[in-house]
């Protein structure tokens, strides 16, 4: 079955970096776009970047410059680099993929704060 396991997430100070991983299984990792969203509290679920089959990139404008997406198909594995981050990408971030349908990683909570 589909599997997405995240993890990389904790408590950094403004500023600082993450980097989140997302493994993948139970499909065709390299023939699928993958996705990264992310859902502060009391506000709705975000797309924060996007990766092509092709490795083509999309990022929210909110994190243009200071996150980058990419991905290792020999490792099924997506990952979010996070850079300069600041208090307001305090986050669950979740894995997305999109087969038949669209299956979600548990999460793993990014903490922003000094």
């Known amino acids: 079955q589909v599997q997405l396991v995240e993890s990389g997430g904790g408590l950094v100070q403004p500023g600082g970096s993450l980097r989140l991983s997302c493994v993948a299984s139970g499909f065709t990792f390299s023939t699928y776009a993958m996705r990264w969203y992310r859902q502060a509290p009391g506000k709705e679920r975000e797309l924060v970047a996007t990766i092509s089959s092709g490795s083509s990139t999309n990022y929210a404008d909110s994190v243009k410059g200071r996150f980058t997406i990419f991905r290792d198909n020999d490792k099924n594995t997506v990952y979010l680099q996070m850079n300069s981050l600041k208090p307001e990408d305090t986050a669950v971030y979740y894995c997305?993929?999109?087969?038949?349908?669209?299956?979600w990683g548990q999460g793993t909570q990014v903490t922003v704060s000094s």
């Open positions: 997305h993929a999109r087969l038949f349908m669209g299956y």
